[in-house]
C-alpha cells in the first residue's frame, strides 16, 4: 500500500492506493501520528485506488475521527468504490463522518 500525506495549513489529505489490510493499517497509524493533530482541523482520506479496506484499516479510520471529533475537527472519507461505500453505510460509519462514492 501507498500512502501520500499533504498538509495545507490546518487541512490534511491522506491519498491511500492499493488494499487496506493489516499491514496498511499500519503504514497508515505511523502517517497520522507523524501529523500535528492539535493543529489539524479537517481530513479527507481519498480511497479512489483503494482496491479494498479491511476491519484493520476502519478501525485506524475511525480512531483518527475520534480525536479528531474529540477536539472539534472534521474527518472524511472520499470516493470509495462502489462495495466499499455499500460497507462503511452498512456499519453507519456515514452517521460520524462524510462518506462519499467515487464518480
Same mark, same amino acid.
Given at each position: /500500500?501507498?500512502? !501520500?500525506?499533504?498538509?495545507?495549513?490546518?487541512?490534511?489529505?491522506?491519498?491511500?492506493?492499493?488494499?487496506?489490510? =493489516?499491514?496498511?493499517? =499500519? =503504514? &497508515? !497509524?505511523?502517517?497520522?501520528?507523524?501529523?500535528?493533530?492539535?493543529?489539524?482541523?479537517?481530513?479527507?482520506?481519498?480511497?479512489? =485506488?483503494?482496491?479494498?479496506?479491511?476491519?484493520?484499516?476502519?478501525?485506524? /479510520?475511525? &480512531?483518527?475521527? !475520534?480525536?479528531?471529533?474529540?477536539?472539534?475537527?472534521?474527518?472524511?472519507?472520499?470516493?470509495?468504490?462502489?462495495? /466499499?461505500?455499500?460497507?462503511?453505510?452498512? #456499519?453507519?460509519?456515514?452517521? #460520524?463522518?462524510?462518506?462519499?462514492?467515487?464518480?
Amino acid at each position: /500500500m501507498n500512502i !501520500k500525506t499533504t498538509q495545507n495549513g490546518d487541512q490534511v489529505h491522506i491519498v491511500l492506493q492499493g488494499i487496506v489490510d =493489516e499491514q496498511g493499517a =499500519e =503504514e &497508515l !497509524k505511523k502517517q497520522v501520528v507523524q501529523l500535528n493533530l492539535d493543529s489539524v482541523r479537517e481530513v479527507i482520506i481519498d480511497c479512489r =485506488e483503494v482496491r479494498h479496506i479491511g476491519s484493520s484499516g476502519i478501525g485506524k /479510520m475511525l &480512531l483518527l475521527y !475520534k480525536k479528531l471529533a474529540s477536539k472539534g475537527g472534521t474527518f472524511s472519507v472520499v470516493n470509495l468504490s462502489a462495495p /466499499m461505500f455499500e460497507l462503511f453505510s452498512e #456499519l453507519k460509519l456515514n452517521t #460520524l463522518f462524510s462518506i462519499t462514492q467515487a464518480a
